[in-house]
C-alpha cells in the first residue's frame, strides 16, 4: 500500500512539474507575442510618424517658395534630398537637357527589353547614354558595367541582358525603325490631313508599354490635371514651335 501511494505521489508531482512547465511555455509565448506587437506598433508609429515629418517639410517648403508648379517642385525636392530612394531616377530627372532626349530612348530602349529603369541608369551612369553606343557593347563589358555602378543585378535581367547584348546592333535597328515608323503614322495621321488644325506641340501622355503622343490645340488646355514638364522631346511636327509637354508618373 505504502508503495502504491510513493508512486501516485510521484506521478502526481511529475504531473505537476510538467504542467508548471507548459504554463510556464505559455507565459513566455504570450510575453514574446507581446513584445512583438509593441514592437511592431512601435514601427508603424516610427514609419508613420516619419511620413508625417516628410509631409510637413514638404509643405513649408511649398510655403515658403511658393513654387507655380507643385508637382514638378516636389519631385524635384525629393530627388535633391532623397536620391538614394528613387533607384537612379534623379539622374534622368536631372539630366543634361540637351541630352535628355538621347537618355529617354536609352531608358526606352531598355524597358522594350523588359528590362527595368534602374539597369538602364547603370550604363547612363557608365557613359553610354545613347542607343548608339550601345551597339559598341559585348556582353563581355556587362561585368564591367556592374562593377563600376557597385551593384549587382539579378539573375534574370543578367541573363536578359546578354541575350540582348549578343544581338544588340540588330536590336537597336529594330527599336530605332519601330520608333520611326510611329513618328510616321501620327504625322500622317494628325498633321497630313488637311481638316486637322495646325499643331503648336506634341502632348506626350503618361509613359506606358507602348507611349502614345497626342497633339495639343491652340489655346487648350492638357488632356489631364497633371502639371507638365518642358523637356527636349520628340516631336510629331519637325516644325514644332514650342517643345512638347512630358508627363512624368
Avoid at 112 to 130: C, M, R, W, Y
Avoid at 145 to 172: A, Y
Avoid at 193 to 199: D, V, Y
Wanted: charge should be positive; include cysteine.
Amino acid at each position: 500500500m505504502s508503495k502504491d501511494f510513493s508512486e501516485a505521489l510521484s506521478h502526481a508531482e511529475h504531473n505537476s512539474d510538467k504542467k508548471s512547465k507548459v504554463e510556464d511555455d505559455l507565459i513566455s509565448i504570450a510575453g514574446s507575442n507581446c513584445s512583438s506587437t509593441k514592437s511592431n506598433k512601435k514601427s508603424l508609429y516610427s514609419r508613420n510618424s516619419n511620413v508625417h515629418q516628410l509631409l510637413a517639410r514638404i509643405a513649408q517648403e511649398i510655403d515658403e517658395r511658393k513654387p507655380s508648379n507643385v508637382i514638378h517642385f516636389i519631385v524635384d525636392f525629393l530627388c535633391k534630398h532623397y536620391p538614394e530612394h528613387l533607384h537612379g531616377f534623379e539622374a534622368i530627372w536631372n539630366g543634361d537637357p540637351d541630352l535628355e532626349q538621347e537618355r529617354i530612348l536609352v531608358v526606352e530602349f531598355f524597358k522594350q527589353q523588359k528590362l527595368p529603369v534602374e539597369i538602364s541608369v547603370h550604363f547612363v551612369n557608365a557613359g553610354f547614354d545613347t542607343v548608339e553606343t550601345l551597339c559598341t557593347l559585348s556582353t563581355n563589358a556587362l561585368d564591367d558595367i556592374e562593377k563600376f555602378n557597385n551593384t549587382r543585378w539579378l539573375p534574370g535581367h543578367k541573363v536578359r541582358l546578354q541575350q540582348t547584348f549578343n544581338d544588340i546592333t540588330n536590336r537597336v535597328r529594330i527599336f530605332k525603325e519601330q520608333r520611326d515608323n510611329l513618328i510616321k503614322t501620327l504625322k500622317h495621321r494628325f498633321v497630313g490631313s488637311a481638316s486637322t488644325p495646325r499643331l503648336l506641340n506634341s502632348v506626350v501622355l503618361p509613359k506606358v508599354a507602348s507611349p502614345m503622343i497626342l497633339p495639343a490645340h491652340p489655346h487648350t488646355h492638357s488632356p489631364f490635371d497633371v502639371p507638365t514638364r518642358v523637356g527636349n522631346y520628340i516631336a510629331v511636327d519637325n516644325k514644332v514651335v514650342h517643345p512638347p509637354y512630358f508627363y512624368k508618373r
